[in-house]
């Protein structure tokens, strides 16, 4: 038996890092949905019967991906996977700038990325595996920036804090024998392009920059490989779905 993974985001970062390391082991069919396909991926050594399915999809524009996936699902034999698990790994910090002063499309593009698809894949993942007799599990990769308000980031905190609560209801209407698990998990502070997009964004813009400046001076952000290490290790733990919101900073 094998365990099936879909993961967003899988191109870059942190997603990229962690499409890696689960090619590793033994026995995992990788879905990979990404904007840009990532040919090095391809030529990874994999783990015994390990493979990767790369999709170029646009999620900005999630309904088509999502019905893509449902239907991919409904084509599987649920039987043949010990295990079924869905990541939401893909966001965008877009341009942070006040909401007055924010672009209205890049507004809506990042609330689609960071929110309207993790709900969709997940909605799409839950009722196509329903039934799978296999663990059924759902990690959301949310951040501090969620539970914590941060000024020119609106639309991202409110993506993150957005993706935290629906988790939250998920869990309680998946209570029961045979429900899935899931957890939104913020995963630290990790050397990304989307720091880099921060740290070169106008102080006039976003007057928090300086304190990103200082994570990267000090040292103080994960690499993409230590990050992706500790967020799959979450997925392992005996008690993952306890509690719907995680923090891989906290036990």
Same mark, same amino acid.
């Given at each position: 038996? +094998?365990?099936?993974? *879909? ?25 990979? =949905? +990404?904007?840009?396909? $990532?040919? %090095? /991926?391809?030529?990874?050594? %994999? ?9 170029? !999809? #646009?999620?900005a ?5 999502a019905?893509? !996936? ?5 084509? =599987? $034999?649920?039987?043949g ?16 700038a006040? =909401?007055?002063?924010a672009?209205?499309?890049? =507004? ?8 309207e698809?993790a709900? /969709?894949?997940?909605?799409?993942f ?11 599990? !759902?990690?959301?990769?949310? +951040?501090?920036?969620?539970?914590? %308000?941060?000024?020119?980031? &609106?639309?991202?905190?409110?993506a993150?804090?957005?993706? #935290? ?5 998920v869990? /309680? ?12 998990l913020?995963?630290?502070? *990790?050397?990304? #392009? ?9 102080? %006039? ?21 230590? &990050? ?15 509690q719907?919101?995680g ?5």
């Amino acid at each position: 038996m +094998s365990d099936l993974f *879909i993961l967003t985001g899988a191109s870059r970062g942190m997603g990229r890092a962690m499409a890696a390391q689960l090619l590793q082991r033994d026995g995992v069919q990788l879905l990979c =949905l +990404s904007r840009g396909r $990532d040919a %090095a /991926l391809e030529r990874r050594p %994999a783990g015994a019967g390990s493979r990767a399915e790369q999709w170029q !999809v #646009d999620l900005a524009d999630p309904l088509p991906a999502a019905e893509r !996936v449902r239907e991919w699902l409904a084509g =599987l $034999d649920g039987a043949g996977f010990r295990s079924a698990t869905l990541i939401n790994n893909a966001g965008t910090v877009g341009h942070p700038a006040p =909401l007055a002063k924010a672009s209205l499309a890049e =507004l809506s593009q990042s609330l689609r990325v960071g929110l309207e698809a993790a709900l /969709l894949l997940t909605a799409s993942f839950l009722g196509a595996t329903a039934g799978w007799p296999g663990r059924r599990q !759902v990690l959301n990769i949310s +951040s501090g920036l969620g539970r914590n %308000a941060l000024g020119s980031q &609106a639309p991202y905190c409110a993506a993150k804090a957005g993706m #935290d609560h629906f988790s939250r209801a998920v869990a /309680l209407e998946e209570q029961g024998e045979g429900g899935a698990r899931i957890v939104s998990l913020a995963p630290g502070v *990790i050397d990304t #392009d989307m720091q880099v997009q921060l740290r070169g964004t106008d102080a %006039a813009l976003f007057p928090d920059r300086g304190r990103f400046e200082k994570l990267k001076a000090d040292g103080l952000l994960d690499s993409p490989e230590a &990050a992706a290490r500790k967020v799959l290790a979450w997925l392992e733990r005996p008690d993952f779905g306890a509690q719907p919101v995680g923090d891989v900073r906290q036990p």
